[in-house]
């Protein structure tokens, strides 16, 4: 009787155990599963089948034959789940896109571990997955904020090319860039023909328009990807052309110049042209650890007063 007793009251105590379980499953606000060697659910809890678009953990078991094809967006991801998963033997912070039933997909952070019998042998793993799609929303709004304010921050208010900022951080990365790679750098510093009499004629209004159609139209001489047009200081504009020998940042030079002046803005108060015209300098240099890109600046800057001095309107190249 006593042994009966002890019986019931183990049951009962399993059963009570068990209800527990249930309950902490029921209750999780996670995804927690066990899947057997073949890749099948043994167990799911609700929000493990609700996540995957089931409406029960027994509709999830029943109706899910293979994991890997059904559970998985790409089969890449699957793959390197399963990877992880069998050479280390458990998957810690893997993220990826789940598929649900219905073909919709939502971001996930899955952990996973594999599960041994007592002799040592597999016994499928087991897992809990979070649906993470809003903190996924929230990071990439929080890149595309971040990205547009590093774009505001780096572009010239005005003529909306690059600002001096971008130009400097960017002539330096490219300096040490070239410097590995033993590769020349041009760069081209132009000015405005007399744009202080400009301005004072037409106004400060004008003198804006202006500079944004010349920020405009130097921009637009640059053809690769690799090549930055910026403002570098009022009416002065500069551009670097990375992996550019003397003569072919000539050509862009002359380009540019020839550019502007065929924008055919009235100029009444130029000495060289009726129209608006830009004098032109440039420097090509091969860099190395000694030099830095302020000398290349100033040579440039050199090249850009001669251009001046021999009449304005003009291309002239130091090197």
């Avoid at 997909?105 to 499928?124: C, I, L, M, Q, V």
């Avoid at 002046?261 to 004098?279: A, C, D, G, Q, R």
């Amino acid at each position: 009787m006593v042994a009966l007793t002890e019986n019931i009251d183990a049951q009962n105590l399993i059963k009570e155990l068990k209800q527990k379980i249930d309950d902490f499953l029921g209750f999780a606000p996670i995804g927690i599963y066990q899947a057997g060697n073949d890749g099948r659910f043994i167990m799911a809890n609700p929000e493990m089948a609700w996540m995957l678009g089931y409406e029960s953990p027994s509709q999830l078991i029943n109706q899910m034959k293979d994991m890997a094809s059904q559970m998985f967006d790409t089969i890449e991801s699957a793959e390197k789940f399963f990877f992880h998963l069998f050479e280390a033997e458990q998957v810690r912070d893997f993220r990826c896109k789940l598929k649900k039933k219905n073909g919709g997909t939502f971001w996930s952070n899955s952990y996973a571990k594999r599960a041994f019998k007592k002799d040592g042998r597999p016994d499928g793993f087991y897992g809990f997955v979070m649906d993470i799609s809003r903190t996924v929303r929230i990071e990439e709004a929080l890149y595309d904020a971040n990205a547009q304010l590093l774009r505001i921050a780096t572009l010239d208010g005005l003529t909306q090319i690059p600002n001096r900022r971008k130009f400097d951080d960017y002539l330096n990365s490219e300096w040490r860039r070239n410097t590995r790679d033993c590769r020349p750098i041009s760069l081209i510093m132009c000015d405005i023909d007399f744009f202080k009499p400009y301005n004072d004629h037409y106004g400060h209004q004008g003198g804006d328009e202006t500079l944004r159609q010349v920020a405009q139209c130097i921009a637009s001489n640059c053809r690769r990807p690799a090549d930055l047009a910026a403002r570098y200081g009022g009416e002065e504009f500069a551009v670097v052309l990375p992996d550019t020998v003397v003569d072919g940042a000539l050509i862009v030079a002359e380009n540019l110049r020839a550019s502007v002046k065929s924008l055919k803005i009235p100029h009444e108060y130029s000495k060289v042209n009726s129209f608006v015209t830009v004098s032109v300098g440039v420097s090509t240099a091969i860099p190395n650890h000694k030099d830095s890109p302020k000398t290349l600046i100033e040579i440039a800057d050199t090249a850009l007063y001669q251009a001046k001095k021999l009449g304005r309107d003009r291309v002239f190249a130091k090197t």
